[in-house]
């Protein structure tokens, strides 16, 4: 949660970017009136040059090392507190192993430089915002449902046990209670996509803080001093303008991907011994429920009973409809990577019932002309 003391030190680090604009700003004005018909505003005198690189040195260094750990800066003056007084939850995934830079007898300035240039933090560093179901505190991380877990003092993905062997698929047949289908969401959530939204001003900040954004900066700040005002001007513009356009096409390509996300068709489901209608978002690990034809499979699933045909160009370029058959009443170990048994999200069905061979044929030929 956000401290009073984080609050002032983002505050100075706001307060140290803007000084440090402001300085350049400054001694390129200072620059253009020296010598000029207009009263001289120059402040630095013949020290101006020195002064400005000077200046324009630690800029540079500046805002390279702010846009380089701009990620584990976001939560750094944070204050770590209980769960239930927390407002973010911090995701950070192992340190993975520092690369060798060199022999060991380099000397330590060497090794220092090119720690400096080629080292960057090792390690992801996500902010996800707690919601509570149940009384329960959750969070969505990687498009899945991570779930508090008392016992292990730590967010566990969502995950539900299914049937090792194939006649344990074939049980699932009968369906699930609606008590048992309550629990299954709240372990794993909704059976939708979820794409988190965006917003202009994260947009704007990522695009502007972004390392080619710092370096381009920098360079056009020693154009400007340097009097090629105009050409640093167009270049900065262009930058401008093309960052603008960025910024638009990671929006509208972000709206795009949630409309498409959202799509949510009705499916016969067995539930409590009786079929029932009811949204392909509501469905859970376990369920059982009926392939229409003509529909877009909401899920990756298991065929239990009857055959199918469905089309999988979409997944794998096959422009031949694929024969579903039921998974064997057997003991042998259930292959989840076995097609043969196996129906996946996104992939329309041609047909569903008992199919023949000759029915199987005419619509493989059918859907191939």
């Known amino acids: 949660s956000s401290s009073i003391f984080g609050h ?3 505050g100075i680090v706001g307060m140290i970017c803007t000084y440090q604009v402001v300085g350049l700003f400054v001694m390129v004005l200072d620059r253009y009136q020296t010598g000029s018909a207009y009263p001289s505003y120059a402040l630095f005198g013949n020290s101006l040059v020195g002064f400005f690189l000077m200046w324009w040195f630690v800029y540079g260094l500046w805002w390279v ?46 090794k220092l430089v090119l720690w400096f240039m080629f080292t960057r933090p090792r390690e992801l560093c996500v902010v996800r915002r707690p919601e509570y179901e149940g009384g329960v505190p959750f969070i969505w991380f990687r498009m899945s449902k991570w779930v508090w877990d008392e016992e292990q003092y730590r967010f566990v993905p969502g995950y539900i046990e299914l049937p090792a062997t194939n006649a344990g698929m074939r049980s699932c047949a009968a369906g699930i209670m609606s008590d048992e289908h309550i629990d299954k ?63 638009y096409s990671k929006i509208k390509n972000r709206e795009t991907l949630q409309r498409l996300a959202v799509e949510n068709i009705r499916v016969k489901v067995l539930r409590d011994g009786k079929w029932l209608n ?20 909401p899920c990756d699933a298991v065929i239990v009973h009857g055959n199918c045909l469905v089309n999988e160009s979409a997944l794998t370029g096959e422009s031949m409809p694929q024969h579903k058959m039921p998974v064997p009443a057997n003991n042998d170990p259930f292959d989840q990577h076995c097609g043969q048994h196996m129906v996946y999200a996104g992939t329309e069905v041609v047909q569903s019932g008992d199919i023949s061979d000759q029915q199987q044929t005419h619509m493989t030929h059918k859907l191939a002309r």
């Open 8 to 10: 002032i030190c983002r």
């Open 65 to 110: 090392w702010l846009t380089t750990w701009k990620q584990t800066m976001r939560t750094y003056f944070l204050m770590r507190t209980p769960l239930h007084k927390a407002t973010l939850v911090e995701i950070i995934a192992p340190k993975k192993e520092k690369k060798a830079i060199g022999p060991e007898d380099r000397g330590k300035f060497k």
């Open 185 to 247: 969401r709240e372990r794993v959530g909704l059976n939708t996509i979820q794409i988190p939204g965006t917003t202009l001003t994260k947009e704007i900040f990522d695009e502007f803080f972004s390392f080619t954004f710092v370096i381009n900066s920098v360079i056009y700040w020693f154009w400007f001093f340097s009097e090629y005002f105009i050409v640093a001007l167009v270049f900065f513009g262009f930058n401008i303008l093309l960052s603008g356009l960025a910024i």
């Open 278 to 297: 009811t949204e392909s978002a509501q469905l859970v690990p376990g369920d059982c429920f009926e392939i229409a034809e003509g529909i877009t499979l």
